[in-house]
Structure formats: C-alpha cells, structure tokens
C-alpha cells in the first residue's frame, strides 16, 4: 500500500503527457516534489519504467547528511565498529540481516573511531530502486520524515 502522500501525477514533458511519482504538497499553493519519472508513457505506471528524479536524489541525500531541517534519525542511534561502512537498507527487504539485495541498499556512510556515521560521508547507492518491477516501493517514501524534509524545501 502507498503511503497517502505519494502520488500519481499526470505532467506535460516536451509536449507528451507523462506519469510522474511525486510527494503530493501540503497545501494547495504548494507543488508536488516530483521523486520519479515513468519513461514509458501511459494511463497506468510500468514501474519497470520509473527513473529516480535527480532533483530528489538531491534533496533525500542532503537530509540524509543532516543538512535539511529535519535530521535522520539513524546519524545519533547508528554504531557499528570504528572504521566499517554503516549501511542504510531499504525497510522492504525481508531479510535486512542476510542477503540484502543491492538495489535495496538506499546508501552508506563511513563511521570515524567511535564507529557513528560521519554525516558528510553520506553516499546514494545509484543502483538503488525506487520502486520495484511489481510497484513495492522504496521506503523512503513512506518515511515521514523525508517528506517533511523534502517538502520543506522542494
């Protein structure tokens, strides 16, 4: 199920009218933050189809680095040995302690000597999907958090 501020949004892209995945606004003065666009046109989403917003990629990486409004919370509750990769997984993977695919590995930081993530070390896995072949989508979008963050300044 689609968290309730996801949307499907019909576009105007050069002249063709596109399906877009997009944060639904606040209020009614706001725009939607557009998080992917669909590359095959269509009433109904191939999410085969669906390519990261870099505009998204963007904003989602700066909250993951604390420098958004909001803070993630995983930068304060995060500890791992000094030195290792603290990585970030997708909440849809089924078995976050075992074999995680790639493409459900959102990112990673590097941890300095008390092994908590260096903000700044934030990286975005660009394999990472959005959404799978079957719609399952990524669960940053269903983390209110990030779209409190994005909101606040898409």
Same mark, same amino acid.
């Given at each position: 199920?689609?968290?309730?501020?996801?949307?499907?949004?019909?576009?105007?892209?050069?002249?063709?009218?596109?399906?877009?995945?997009?944060?639904?606004?606040?209020?009614?003065?706001?725009?939607?933050?557009?998080? #992917?666009?669909?590359?095959? &046109? *269509?009433?109904?989403?191939?999410? @085969?189809?669906? !390519?990261?917003?870099?505009?998204? +990629?963007?904003?989602?990486?700066?909250?993951?680095?604390? #420098?958004?409004?909001?803070? &993630? *919370?995983?930068?304060?509750?995060? @500890?791992?040995? !000094?030195?290792?990769?603290?990585? +970030?997984?997708?909440?849809?993977?089924?078995?976050?302690? #075992?074999?995680?695919?790639?493409?459900?590995?959102?990112?990673?930081?590097?941890?300095?000597?008390?092994?908590?993530?260096?903000?700044?070390?934030?990286?975005?896995?660009?394999?990472?999907?959005?959404?799978?072949?079957?719609?399952?989508?990524?669960?940053?979008?269903?983390?209110?958090?990030?779209?409190?963050?994005?909101?606040?300044?898409?």
């Amino acid at each position: 199920m689609n968290p309730p501020f996801v949307v499907l949004v019909q576009v105007a892209r050069a002249g063709t009218a596109s399906l877009v995945l997009a944060y639904k606004p606040k209020t009614a003065e706001s725009e939607v933050v557009i998080v #992917g666009h669909f590359s095959e &046109p *269509g009433a109904k989403p191939n999410w @085969k189809s669906l !390519a990261t917003a870099p505009r998204f +990629v963007e904003l989602f990486t700066r909250y993951m680095k604390g #420098g958004l409004s909001v803070r &993630p *919370g995983i930068l304060e509750e995060a @500890k791992v040995t !000094a030195g290792e990769y603290v990585y +970030v997984i997708d909440r849809r993977t089924a078995d976050p302690p #075992g074999d995680v695919p790639f493409h459900d590995i959102i990112g990673w930081y590097t941890s300095g000597g008390e092994g908590r993530p260096h903000p700044d070390s934030f990286e975005h896995n660009p394999d990472h999907k959005i959404a799978l072949e079957d719609g399952a989508l990524s669960s940053i979008l269903s983390d209110l958090m990030v779209y409190e963050a994005v909101l606040a300044t898409g």
